[in-house]
């Protein structure tokens, strides 16, 4: 069974300050990794996809790598702003349709 | 431009009672899904569909039904609520296929006392 870990649980950090977001995972046979952002009483909004033929997928300051032998991603965010602040997931699939989501880190931005 | 629509947004219900968690996508998607998100837990797949007529189970079925009568609806019916099933629940839909992005509703946050 697919385990996702995402670890710290939370992490405060000063603004302006480049941060990286951990996720594991034990199976690393899976085609795409996704990281997600959800703010307080929010849904999911999807930030980027990563494919498993892929090593980097970048959005404006945010990047996401994928090293599918080492089981980790990673999510980067370049220059952090206080409108940074939520929670971040990733999550991975399992058969065609289905997605294994990790527990999140809470990320707080202190101006 | 509305995406995924839940409602209610928020819902006490005595235990034993039943209700229905409505979700409805305009974006024509095959795929549609629910989640619960606990603390600590993470979000749990329920049940999930992909397309008219067809659902399958997830990780934690027991105690909801769903049916898929048209490509936009989606329902998630509780059939005899219990405090266990006190959560926060979200509807996601997408397209098919490796490269879909997963648009998610904004949640319904469901009490059961």
């Known amino acids: 069974k697919q385990e996702v870990t995402q670890i710290p649980a939370a992490l405060s950090v000063p603004e302006g300050e480049n941060l990286v977001l951990n996720c594991s995972f034990t199976d690393s046979a899976i085609y795409n990794l996704q990281w997600f952002r959800q703010d307080p009483g929010k849904g999911l909004t999807s930030l980027l996809l990563i494919q498993s033929s892929q090593r980097e997928q970048t959005s404006g300051r945010l990047n996401a790598s994928l090293d599918k032998s080492s089981g980790r991603s990673t999510l980067y965010i370049a220059a952090s702003q206080p409108g940074d602040s939520a929670t971040y997931l990733c999550a991975v699939p399992f058969g065609n349709e289905k997605l294994t989501f990790g527990t999140g880190t809470r990320l707080t931005i202190i101006p | 431009n509305a995406g995924v629509t839940q409602t209610p947004k928020f819902q006490v219900l005595k235990t034993g009672q039943s209700m229905t968690l409505q979700c409805a996508q305009d974006m024509n998607h095959e795929y549609m899904s629910w989640y619960r998100q606990d603390p600590g837990m993470g979000l749990r797949l329920i049940h999930y569909s992909v397309g008219a007529g067809i659902t399958d189970q997830g990780e934690v079925p027991n105690g909801y039904n769903v049916s898929r009568s048209t490509t936009e609806d989606f329902p998630l019916r509780l059939l005899s609520a219990a405090p266990s099933q006190t959560s926060v629940y979200f509807c996601?839909?997408?397209?098919?296929?490796?490269?879909?992005?997963?648009?998610f509703g904004e949640g319904s946050w469901l009490t059961v006392v």
């Open positions: 996601a839909s997408s397209s098919t296929g490796r490269s879909r992005t997963i648009y």
